[in-house]
């Protein structure tokens, strides 16, 4: 992650840009073929209280790809934490979800088992990205067919 971080700054401040998007991005930025978006399953789930901070952090995501997307290096970065959110969710917080009862046990699992684990791997972070980002991306990941929550 350090060396991506010191590229992007590297990318930026020589304003080498790519209109290239990497295939992983782009596997985690489309739509699976799942006819259940995210408001759905958040409610399927027993969730549904969730689906207007979900909708919101999602979009902030989509943003941050958005923003960042004609740097290889910050591509590269989102990937690489995508593919970490979408590993820690379905090992550690998917099989608890049957046990939350309150939106407190909620936010507890995911500051323990995924802001920590994230946050512990950012280094300089140079996108700032932050534990709303990175509870975003669990959202950015279900609305996008790539997470179950049941």
């Known amino acids: 992650m350090d060396l991506l971080s010191k590229k992007y700054v590297e990318e930026k401040s020589n304003q080498k ?12 930025s489309n739509e699976k073929y799942d006819i259940r978006d995210l408001k759905e399953k958040l409610e399927d789930a027993g969730f549904g209280y969730l689906v207007e901070t979900g909708e919101e ?22 990937t690489y934490l995508l593919a970490e959110v979408e ?14 009862e309150e939106e407190t046990q909620l936010k507890l699992l995911f500051r323990t088992q995924l802001e920590q684990e994230i946050q512990a791997h950012l280094g300089e972070n140079v996108l700032e990205i932050f534990n ?13 067919c790539h997470l179950e929550w049941e």
Do not use: C, P, W
Not at 57 to 78: C, D
Not at 87 to 100: Q, R
């Open 87 to 100: 590993s820690i969710f379905n090992a550690n917080i998917k099989n608890n979800l049957l046990s939350i």
């Open 57 to 78: 952090l999602k979009e902030e995501v989509s943003k941050l790809i958005v923003r960042n997307q004609h740097y290889n290096s910050a591509q590269k970065i989102i």
């Open 17 to 28: 840009v790519t209109s290239l998007i990497i295939d992983e991005l782009t596997h985690y």
């Open 132 to 144: 709303r980002q990175i509870n975003g991306m669990v959202y950015f990941l279900t609305g996008n």
